[in-house]
């Protein structure tokens, strides 16, 4: 059951999507903002990204989390409603952290145009499905960091292990009455899209990997069951390059991705609080593409904005391209035409593994 934290805002009036013409906000000089997330997508024969069900199989979220059975506004004609919503992009866990060293109030809007939100929290406004508004959000050094948790072992908690400002988001209902404050590290979003990454990824029966779209500093890695593979190339917007033969231990890994992402513009512990949240889910078993979306994209993809504008914003979103195997579908055709077994063994990504079959 959720739980709200003793109320301490301010009554709010409801929020518009507009810049708001309440009191003048505190100037954002002293304002630093970070962002990251990751886009998962699984490229198909041609590089493409395949349709799949990003939602199948049981969340790995604790149970205060909002999503999309929590709101009715703008989910009627929603198609992304429940665990077989489709896409070819799963949006996952951006945070978005606030640095100041002063208490001040900003307003935060994120918009998903080719998308649809499925997950948030702390509590926000859904205008439509692919937009969340939270309103008036208090950043203070001095708040409490006793925040909610309900004792499940989740992706969400270790976004938690680091120095941003703590915040609390006040709630207005539609009459302009407060009705409930949460507060958190940070503002934590997903969806579902359906739309093309720039990177693609295609695999050919010499085991030749090439790589399509994306300028800079690529992970190309591979869990074999028995050992950990990868290496890093840099792209000048086409490669090509065998499956990693280079292997290694998974802690060398870890600090090599924290120092690349620390590179990008988020802070060490940023950095490291990234790497530990996914360092299960990256790694498992499978051959897969990591890099950083460029800004351009990141935007167009996810506009935001924060009012007062930050005297600084940095959003790192990484690509994860999965690619289907030989030796995926060979398992795939010994398991047969068997949904439960093929989900037991590929998981989330089951459904385009079977549909690899055709290819």
């Known amino acids: 059951m959720r739980r709200l934290t003793p109320l301490l805002c301010l009554l709010l009036a409801p929020l518009a999507l507009a810049k708001p013409d309440h009191a003048e906000p505190s100037p954002g000089a002293n304002l630093e903002v970070h962002e990251w997330g990751t886009f998962t997508a699984v490229a198909g024969a041609d590089g493409q990204a395949m349709v799949w069900k990003p939602l199948s199989g049981p969340s790995d979220l604790p149970d205060f989390v909002y999503d999309f059975t929590d709101v009715s506004e703008g989910r009627r004609d929603s198609e992304c409603h429940g665990k077989g919503c489709s896409g070819t992009i799963r949006m996952e866990t951006p945070v ?67 120095s941003a400002t703590p915040l609390r988001v006040c709630d207005a209902s539609g009459d302009g009455s407060v ?75 870890l600090s090599e991705l924290a120092v690349w992402l620390d590179g990008e513009g988020l802070n060490e512990d940023e950095a490291w609080a990234m790497v530990r949240t996914w360092e299960d889910s990256w790694f498992e078993p499978g051959l897969r593409v990591l890099y950083v979306l460029p800004d351009a994209e990141v935007d167009e993809l996810l506009p935001l904005t924060i009012v007062p504008e930050p005297a600084r914003t940095e959003r790192v979103l990484v690509g994860r391209v999965e690619v289907i195997t030989p030796e995926m579908q060979a398992e795939a055709r010994q398991i047969g035409d068997s949904p439960e077994e093929l989900e037991a063994r590929f998981g989330r990504f089951a459904e385009p593994v079977a549909a690899s079959l055709a290819w």
């Open 96 to 162: 978005i952290y606030f640095h100041t060293d002063e208490a001040m109030e900003v307003e935060v809007q994120v918009f998903f145009p080719k998308g649809q939100m499925t997950e948030w929290y702390p509590k926000a406004r859904v205008p439509d499905p692919n937009g969340l508004i939270w309103g008036r959000i208090l950043l203070d050094p001095n708040l409490p960091t006793d925040f909610i948790d309900d004792g499940s072992e989740s992706h969400y908690y270790p976004a938690r292990e680091t």
């Open 179 to 253: 009705v409930g404050a949460e507060t958190e590290r940070f503002l934590f979003y997903r969806g579902v899209g359906d739309f093309p990454l720039s990177l693609k990824v295609r695999l050919d029966e010499s085991e030749q990997l090439h790589l399509d779209g994306h300028r800079g500093l690529m992970l190309v890695f591979e869990n074999t069951g028995d050992e950990l593979r990868w290496q890093w190339l840099d792209s000048s917007g086409s490669s090509s390059t065998g499956r990693p033969q280079g292997s290694g231990e998974l802690p060398v890994l």
